[in-house]
């Protein structure tokens, strides 16, 4: 009894591997040959049902993407014929049909496949949807974030979330909104939203929402193999700098905790650890696009990471420039955020009081009331001023905004050293 129930384990793993690593390429791919978002969803979650019940009598197939794909086609076009049994005249089963009808076997390995997922991007981020259901629909159809996950990133009711989901697939299949790449004549247009979701989507894998963990390195690998798909495609200067940025900040990932999964401050992380051949990489990407001088925030936040990458370790930062870049960042897209990560930079610069004149100022506004960082930010400002009231106070009350537990973890360490 016991060899069958580890065999049916290990398969289960295998399936969840597949499930975490390559589902979404799957489904991108089903949706270009299905032509729809929910029958799709539905033909993926079906071929992993197969999975688990094949894949313990026959054997894990050699490639169980290729395998999925087309498990999941099948069983599709059965669904449409059994519907279409009883409603023949229903326009889509037949247009669907029709697609399908004369495709050939897919080959995971053919180009078209392999850019399935950055079509995907450009369906969901179409000038027809809205900006936020461009967003909300690409992080849970390409990166295959819940609903719940993209809701408390946005601050929004997951109901209404969801809504907004539902409204952006009907208006894709409703408005026959093409499954491609845009002639180049369009792309420029379109590259903003892309980059944006793209920027999201690894935002979220490099510093989680919420959860166990700090990062989710599926995500953020991700989100960088996109934005190579999109340098590739259209190696404009934004591009290069958001695929900089990223490299840059994925460059650290492993200095980032302990063995423990607690929290290591930027400061006191192991530089020797950093990824030296992704650094090397995003400079090169950085030089490239300041060169255009056509770049933008994309492009100035990898210059500030790359002034962090050259320092050999933190002391020798050159704070005075990453204050500079802030400024320029700060006028070419003004944000409340880029403000208090400019706050910080002034008070390594210019001593923590000047910091925290500016992180008050801040609150003050009302811009960050419930942002958790500008807290956390302003508490370690005080506690290094010796101010132990005002920074318990701002440790709490970051404590009580912060939904992750390495985060978490490290703001409790925090106050009991006050309290110590």
């Known amino acids: 009894m016991t060899e069958p129930e580890d065999a049916a384990d290990r398969v289960q ?18 949706i270009r040959h299905l032509g729809d978002f929910d029958i799709a969803e539905e033909a993926l979650h079906d071929a992993f049902r197969a999975a688990l019940e094949q894949w313990p009598k026959d054997g894990v197939p050699a490639k169980p993407a290729a395998w999925l794909v087309t498990v999941g086609r099948f069983k599709a076009i059965d669904g449409i014929r059994r519907r279409a049994r009883f409603a023949p005249l229903e326009e889509h089963s037949e247009q669907v049909a029709a697609a399908i009808a004369h495709e050939r076997e897919p080959d995971l390995e053919d180009p078209t496949v392999v850019d399935d997922q950055l079509r995907l991007i450009f369906t969901c981020c179409h000038p027809a949807l809205s900006p936020d259901a461009q967003t909300a629909l690409t992080l849970r159809e390409v990166c295959g974030l819940t609903t719940e996950e993209i809701a408390r990133a946005y601050l929004t009711p997951a109901p209404t979330l969801a809504q907004r989901i539902v409204r ?15 002639r180049p004549d369009e792309l420029p247009d379109r ?25 989710r390195h599926h995500l953020s690998a991700e989100a960088i193999r996109l934005g190579r798909l999109l340098v590739d495609l259209l190696p404009e200067p934004e591009a290069l700098g958001l695929l900089a940025l990223m490299l840059l900040h994925e460059s650290r990932r492993s200095s980032r905790t302990s063995t423990t999964g607690d929290l290591i401050l930027l400061t006191d992380q192991d530089r020797s650890r950093w990824d030296r051949a992704q650094i090397a990489e995003g400079l090169d990407l950085v030089r490239r696009a300041l060169a255009s001088r056509r770049f933008g925030p994309y492009t100035l936040q ?54 925290l004149a500016l992180i008050d100022n801040l609150l003050d506004r009302g811009d960050l009331t419930d942002y958790h960082l500008a807290h956390s930010a302003r508490a370690d400002l005080c506690r290094r001023l010796g101010k132990r009231a005002d920074a318990r106070a701002s440790y709490e009350r970051a404590l009580a905004l912060a939904r ?9 360490r925090r106050l009991a050293e006050l309290q110590d």
């Open 404 to 412: 992750q537990a390495p985060e978490r973890r490290f703001l409790e």
């Open 191 to 215: 590259l903003d939203t892309v980059l944006r979701v793209i920027y999201l989507v690894f935002n979220e894998g490099y510093a989680a929402s919420a959860g166990p963990e700090l990062t």
């Open 13 to 30: 793993r295998t399936v969840d591997a597949v499930y975490r690593t390559e589902s979404r390429q799957v489904l991108a791919t089903l």
């Open 168 to 182: 952006a697939k009907a208006k894709i299949r409703e408005a026959r909104i093409p499954y491609q790449v845009p």
């Open 302 to 355: 990898a210059a500030i990471s790359a002034v962090h990458a050259e320092a050999p370790r933190a002391e020798a930062t050159d704070w005075g420039q990453i204050v500079g870049l802030y400024d320029l960042l700060a006028r070419s897209e003004p944000s409340p955020v880029i403000e208090l990560n400019r706050a910080v930079a002034v008070a390594m610069r210019d001593g923590p009081a000047a910091g």
